[in-house]
């Protein structure tokens, strides 16, 4: 499986942006499709966004869809996940995490899909 390691959260106020990055090594990072989650206190992991393979498909949440922007660079083995705009509902953990697709063009979006996890990155937004 693929080792994944995120960072870039961090303390904001309502409005302000931040960039999530998640470097992975360990196998071939453009055979994976990837993901953003996130599990906010007493609340379940909730998919955030996804990209394919190949980085021409991705899919959003409703709750952040036009404010995030999930990014991938095969080249550095990196997904990124741009936030703008945030909002105190955003406040969670982040979690990046790996579903090996045979398809190029595959996001998903099941949780129970992604069998390679990051450890998590904590994101705040004060009000």
């Known amino acids: 499986q693929v080792h994944l390691v995120e960072s870039g959260g961090g303390l904001v106020q309502a409005g302000d942006s931040l960039r999530l990055s998640c470097a992975a090594s360990g196998r071939p990072f453009s055979a994976y499709a990837m993901g953003w989650f996130r599990q906010a206190p007493g609340k379940e992991r909730e998919f955030v966004a996804g990209?394919?393979?190949?980085?021409?498909?991705?899919n959003y949440a409703d709750s952040v869809k036009d404010r995030y922007t999930i990014t991938r660079d095969n080249a550095r083995n990196t997904v990124y996940l741009q936030m703008n705009s945030l909002e105190p509902g955003d406040t969670a953990v982040y979690y990046c995490?790996?579903?090996?697709?045979?398809?190029?063009?595959?996001?998903?979006?099941?949780?129970?899909?992604?069998?390679?996890w990051g450890q998590g990155t904590q994101v705040t937004v004060s009000s």
């Open positions: 995490a790996a579903s090996a697709q045979i398809g190029i063009r595959t996001v998903v979006i099941a949780r129970s899909e992604y069998l390679s």
């Open positions: 990209i394919s393979r190949s980085g021409v498909t991705t």
